[in-house]
């Protein structure tokens, strides 16, 4: 068993979706390549120029938080950047 949160909530003209448990957080068992979180980054990067991030880190006191920054309002794609 466990807890799941969602959160979802702009600051400025940013978007951050924070998904958080209360598991067993980073361990040896658990951890893995780490290819899936940076194809995810890789993504974000082309997709808003640099101006979005992802951060995975440890939830105080057990779980792990892992959030996703964009920004608020994209450009559309394929449109012109002036």
């Known amino acids: 068993g466990g807890t799941v949160w969602i959160i979802a909530r702009t600051i400025d003209?940013?978007?951050a979706v924070t998904v958080a448990d209360?598991?067993?957080?980073?361990?040896?068992e658990s951890s893995g390549?780490?290819?899936?979180?940076?194809?995810?980054?890789?993504?974000?990067?082309l997709r808003y120029a640099g101006d979005a991030n992802l951060s995975v880190v440890a939830n105080f006191p057990a779980g792990v938080?892992?959030?996703?920054?964009?920004?608020?309002?994209?450009?559309?794609q394929g449109a012109s950047h002036v």
């Open 13 to 15: 003209d940013t978007l």
């Open 33 to 45: 390549t780490g290819i899936g979180l940076k194809n995810v980054r890789e993504r974000l990067r």
């Open 65 to 76: 938080a892992a959030t996703i920054t964009v920004p608020a309002n994209p450009p559309q």
């Open 22 to 28: 209360d598991g067993q957080g980073f361990n040896a």
